[in-house]
């Protein structure tokens, strides 16, 4: 009897120490569920915190990314750099809007100290006003852009060389980012005009009579009767002509001079020593819907002509259609050859020839031919055609036959 008292009286201590215990658990249990659950809702705010600020950011971005030059540009520049500059490295990651990306302010294309926006006043009475698309490139821009300019310079001391872009989403880019302000087309006419230019030459550097060359004569066209002369040059490859067999001597001089170039960086003596080696040229431009898309079929006429077998001639749009890139990497493997070599056929290795050309995403020029299978070798090479001096000697030729006139 004694002995079972004993037992039911720790029987009962043990119950009571282990209600007490359980106790504790439980609200030891709440209290750390509660304290997660305050560091969760902290770190949820901080990311919301840091998706806004990025957003915000963004749209700042994308307000700047227009084709429309107002009178809110300058401040708007100015403004989304400052917003850029305030990110944490963490929330520039997260910069993602229509047109936005983190590579908009931080990607580094150079330095853009080394470029000279020509927008001086003093012009005098003769002008040269250089017109391009533009590139946000900076060492592109200073190398293919500023090249050719430079070039005319030295030729015609006795002018004035201006540059104007016609594409302000690039003016505006430069402008924000590098703090560089670049005309664009009203604005260099407008200078030209208040600084008494009576004599003007408009050189564009487009490759073609396209999409870009019309509004640049539209442009043009308004400010006639304000100079006693104006006159307009012709892009790189002259008169599109009315079909694909059409070609001349600016194309026929194009084809030498970019393929000279594109054999010599690969280390070859000749095109024909790469021939025997199994290395294809590929050049790859733009593309339009423009009826001058005829220019990119008359080039790979003129390969043909001048007996560039292994010379191919593509574009990022696929305009015409047998200059897209599935085409391309078929006439290409068609004709035997196992090794090729990518190079833009543009004025300037700006954000197609970094990107849709050479690029590691799967979609670029680059990517496909590997993937394809059919090579063994695909390598780049990243050159404007700007910053070959046969090239820049063509401009000036260019221009010399409006002078001259």
């Not at 030891?28 to 560091?39: H, I, K, L």
């Not at 700047?64 to 520039?92: G, H, M, S």
């Not at 009576?198 to 073609?208: A, C, F, G, S, Y």
């Not at 599109?240 to 030498?256: H, W, Y």
Request: with cysteine.
């Amino acid at each position: 009897m004694k002995k079972r008292v004993v037992a039911l009286l720790m029987a009962a201590l043990m119950g009571t120490l282990c209600m007490t215990g359980c106790g504790n658990s439980k609200e030891t249990m709440v209290e750390s569920s509660v304290e997660a659950g305050e560091e969760k809702t902290q770190t949820e705010t901080e990311e919301d915190a840091d998706q806004k600020a990025a957003d915000e950011v963004a749209a700042m971005i994308d307000a700047i990314y227009v084709q429309q030059r107002t009178d809110e540009t300058d401040k708007q520049c100015a403004d989304a750099k400052a917003a850029w500059d305030a990110l944490t490295d963490a929330q520039k990651e997260l910069v993602e809007g229509e047109n936005a990306d983190p590579d908009y302010f931080g990607r580094d294309t150079g330095d853009a100290s080394k470029d000279d926006p020509r927008n001086q006043d003093e012009i005098g009475e003769n002008e040269i006003l250089v017109v391009s698309f533009g590139t946000s490139f900076n060492d592109s821009r200073v190398a293919d852009i500023k090249g050719i300019e430079d070039a005319l310079q030295e030729a015609y001391p006795d002018w004035s060389v201006r540059r104007a872009f016609t594409a302000q989403i690039i003016i505006n880019h430069v402008q924000a980012r590098d703090g560089e302000y670049i005309d664009n087309m009203d604005q260099a006419l407008d200078r030209a005009v208040t600084n008494g230019v009576k004599n003007l030459v408009i050189q564009p550097t487009h490759l073609m009579h396209g999409a870009e060359y019309d509004e640049l004569m539209e442009a043009v066209e308004a400010y006639q009767d304000q100079f006693e002369t104006v006159k307009v040059a012709e892009p790189l490859l002259g008169e599109v002509g009315t079909d694909a067999t059409v070609i001349n001597a600016d194309k026929a001089f194009v084809a030498e001079a970019i393929t000279t170039e594109a054999v010599k960086d690969a280390g070859y003596d000749s095109l024909d020593a790469a021939k025997e080696d199994g290395v294809a040229f590929v050049f790859m431009g733009h593309g339009t819907s423009h009826t001058a898309k005829v220019s990119y079929s008359q080039m790979q006429t003129q390969m043909g002509e001048l007996g560039y077998d292994n010379v191919f001639i593509g574009t990022v749009e696929g305009e015409p259609e047998e200059t897209a890139c599935e085409a391309v990497i078929d006439a290409v493997a068609q004709a035997g050859y196992t090794k090729v070599i990518l190079r833009p056929l543009m004025v300037v290795a700006g954000d197609h020839a970094n990107n849709d050309m050479a690029g590691d995403d799967e979609d670029s020029w680059k990517s496909m031919f590997t993937a394809s299978g059919k090579f063994d070798s695909v390598d780049t090479q990243i050159i404007g055609l700007g910053s070959i001096d046969a090239i820049q000697q063509l401009y000036v030729a260019h221009t010399k036959n409006v002078i001259n006139e």
